[in-house]
């Protein structure tokens, strides 16, 4: 199973991105989905998830702010970040909990990550 995420660059606090990441491979089912971030020095944190029924859960930080969704059909999520602010700047990944064919369970899987970068 690959994640591949796009969509990150530079921004001016207050500006906006969109990130998408794509699964592909030998996927019978896709439970959930997610971002997460990791800024320099600190944890990766959750930003936002949803699972394959349309169910979605936001860090408190990005709420208002951050809008994912998902396209299952095309195995597809993607994170509209708008009001952009410096402490938004991460690298930002994908996250899927991935069922393969042949397999009797779900898996975690990551991208690669994309660089989020929010100047003031």
């Known amino acids: 199973v690959q994640l591949q995420a796009s969509g990150g660059g530079l921004v001016q606090a207050g500006g906006s991105l969109r990130l998408s990441c794509v699964a592909s491979?030998?996927?019978?089912?896709?439970?959930?989905m997610g971002w997460y971030r990791q800024a320099p020095g600190k944890q990766r944190e959750l930003v936002a998830t949803?699972?394959?029924?349309?169910?979605?859960n936001y860090a408190d930080s990005v709420k208002g702010r951050f809008t994912i969704s998902r396209d299952n059909a095309k195995k597809t999520i993607y994170l509209q970040m708008n009001s952009l602010k410096p402490e938004d700047t991460a690298v930002y990944y994908c996250?899927?909990?991935?069922?393969?064919?042949?397999?009797?369970?779900?898996?975690?899987?990551w991208g690669q990550g994309t660089q989020v970068t929010v100047s003031s």
């Open positions: 491979g030998s996927i019978f089912s896709i439970r959930v």
């Open positions: 996250n899927a909990a991935v069922r393969e064919y042949g397999s009797p369970s779900y898996g975690d899987s």
């Open positions: 949803i699972n394959s029924a349309g169910g979605i």
